[in-house]
């Protein structure tokens, strides 16, 4: 049974950090490519990022370029964001997912964890 289960989502302040993990089963995310995906209230499906499998080569949305880091722990079956300098425009639910970045779908994907950034 495949499941992806993130946490980590949080309320912080503009400018502040926060680490994303999303754990996943029914499949290895080394042989896939992964994303990180996030939708803000009334507003569609963002894609994030995305890591190559096989490698660490990650690819970043232009509005995230520079602030966040995706990571994978392929010994622990696990994706990671690393967010800094938060803005309140990532205000929003995070999702991983499994399928081509930017994809119009994906094909599996998690309940989301949610990050508010509000001072």
């Known amino acids: 049974q495949v499941q992806l289960v993130e946490s980590g989502g949080d309320m912080v302040q503009p400018g502040g950090s926060l680490r994303l993990s999303c754990v996943v089963s029914?499949?290895?995310?080394?042989?896939?490519?992964m994303n990180w995906v996030r939708q803000a209230p009334g507003k569609g499906l963002e894609w994030v990022a995305a890591?190559?499998?096989?490698?660490?080569?990650?690819w970043y949305t232009e509005s995230v370029q520079g602030r966040f880091i995706m990571s994978r722990d392929d010994a622990k079956n696990m994706l990671y964001l690393q967010m800094n300098d938060l803005k309140p425009e990532d205000t929003a639910l995070y999702s991983c997912a499994r399928g081509p970045p930017a994809a119009a779908r994906y094909e599996y994907w998690g309940q989301g964890t949610q990050v508010t950034v509000s001072s």
């Open positions: 890591i190559n499998p096989g490698s660490d080569r990650t």
């Open positions: 029914g499949f290895t995310v080394g042989a896939h490519v």
